[in-house]
C-alpha cells in the first residue's frame, strides 16, 4: 500500500527566501531574515524522505500478496508485536501477579498438536511447491509469476508468517501459567523478530532459496511441539520423554543447516537473487540464534542446570517440560 506524500506550501526558501510561507493574503511566519539551520531542515524532512523510500519499496513489492490478512502494511503486525511483547513483559505479569496460575492442560493440548498438524501441512506445501519439485538447493530464485506452483509457494510462505503470531501463545501461556522463568529474552526475541521480518520476506521475495530455512523450522516444530503435546499430557507419559534434552541439539543442527545453505551464495559466481539483503538477513539470523542456542546449551545441559531426571539421578522419571 502506497502513502501519499501531502502537499506542502511553497515556501520562502523555494522562492529565494527563508523560513516563510506565501499565501495571496501575504507573508506568515517568522521574520523575512530567519535563517532555518541545516539540522532543523533534516528533521523537518526525514517525515518525507522515510515516506518516499517507503513508497520505492512499495513499487516494487510482489502484487500476488496484496489484499492477503495482515499484508497491506506492516503497521498491523507491528501494532500486534508491540502489544504481544508489552503483554509478556509488563501487564500480564501485574495481571497475574495475585492470582493463581490458570488451568491450561486441556488448551495446551490442543494448541501443541494443532501446531504439530499445522507445521506438517506447511512441510508438505513446502516441498510440493518448490522444495521437492525442483529447487536445487543452491542458487533458487524466487518465482514471481502467476503458475499454480509460484502462487502456491508465496502462499505457502503467507502461512509460515500467520504461524509466527500463532505461536506468540507460547509467551502468553507461560504468563497465564505463572511460568516467569521461561520468558527469557532468547524466547520473546525470537517470537517478535520472526513474524516483523517474514512480512517483508512474504512480500518480497515469496519463494527461492530464503524459504529454505522455514520449511526446516516447520520439521524442528513437529518434533517440538510433539513433545510439548506428550508433556501436557501429564505424568503418565514422561517415561516416554527421556530425548527431551536432545531438542535443544536438534535446534542447533537447525541452525548450522541454516547457516551452511544460504552461506552458499557468497560463494556463488552467479546468483541473480533479486533481493539479496534477505540473504543477509537470514544469514546473521542463522548465526544469532546459533550463538544464543549454544549458550543457552551450555548453561542449561553442560553446567547440569536442566538435565532429565533420568540422567541427573537415575530416576526413571523425566522432568515435564514447563510450555
Same mark, same amino acid.
Given at each position: 500500500m502506497r502513502l501519499g506524500n501531502p502537499q506542502r506550501p511553497e515556501s520562502d @526558501?523555494?522562492?529565494g527566501r527563508s523560513g516563510l510561507c506565501r499565501t495571496d493574503a501575504g507573508v506568515l511566519g517568522f521574520s523575512e531574515n530567519r535563517r532555518v539551520a541545516p539540522g532543523e531542515m533534516a528533521l523537518s524532512e526525514l517525515p518525507s524522505r522515510v515516506l518516499s523510500l517507503?513508497?520505492?519499496m512499495m513499487d516494487v513489492a510482489d502484487p500476488r500478496a496484496d489484499g492477503w490478512l495482515l499484508m497491506s502494511s506492516p503497521g498491523p503486525q507491528t501494532i500486534i508485536i508491540v502489544s504481544y511483547i508489552y503483554f509478556v513483559m509488563s501487564l500480564g505479569p501485574r495481571f497475574m501477579e495475585n492470582r493463581k496460575p490458570f488451568d491450561l492442560k486441556r488448551i495446551l493440548i490442543v494448541y501443541n498438536f494443532g501446531v504439530v498438524a499445522l507445521s506438517l501441512y506447511m512441510v508438505y506445501e513446502y516441498i510440493?511447491?518448490?522444495?521437492g519439485t525442483g529447487y536445487s538447493f543452491h542458487c533458487d530464485l524466487v518465482d514471481y509469476s502467476t503458475s499454480p506452483q509460484a502462487v502456491r509457494m508465496v502462499a505457502t510462505c503467507w502461512l509460515y508468517y &500467520?504461524?509466527?503470531f500463532i505461536e506468540m501463545f507460547d509467551t502468553i501461556f507461560f504468563v497465564l501459567r505463572k511460568k516467569n522463568s521461561q520468558i527469557t529474552f532468547l524466547h520473546v526475541y525470537h517470537h517478535?523478530?520472526?513474524?516483523f521480518t517474514w512480512w517483508f520476506g512474504v512480500k518480497f521475495a515469496g519463494g527461492g532459496l530464503g524459504t529454505f530455512h522455514a520449511m526446516l523450522n516447520c520439521i524442528v516444530h513437529v518434533i517440538m511441539y510433539t513433545y510439548y503435546g506428550l508433556s501436557a499430557l501429564g505424568p503418565a507419559y514422561q517415561r516416554y520423554l527421556w530425548w527431551k534434552k536432545y531438542l535443544t541439539t536438534i535446534q542447533l543442527i537447525q541452525f548450522v543447516l541454516v547457516?551452511?545453505?544460504? =552461506?552458499?551464495? &557468497? &560463494?556463488?559466481? @552467479?546468483?541473480p537473487y533479486r533481493f539479496p539483503i534477505f540473504i543477509y538477513i537470514i544469514g546473521l539470523y =542463522?548465526?544469532?540464534f546459533l550463538i544464543l542456542f549454544i549458550n543457552f546449551w551450555y548453561h542449561a545441559y553442560t553446567k547440569g542446570k536442566r538435565l532429565p531426571k533420568v540422567l541427573q539421578n537415575g530416576s526413571k522419571a523425566v522432568s515435564?517440560?514447563?510450555h
Open positions: @526558501n523555494e522562492s517507503y513508497n520505492q510440493m511447491s518448490g522444495w &500467520f504461524s509466527k517478535a523478530i520472526m513474524p547457516t551452511s545453505h544460504i =552461506g552458499q551464495y &557468497f &560463494f556463488m559466481k @552467479n546468483c =542463522g548465526l544469532v515435564p517440560k514447563d
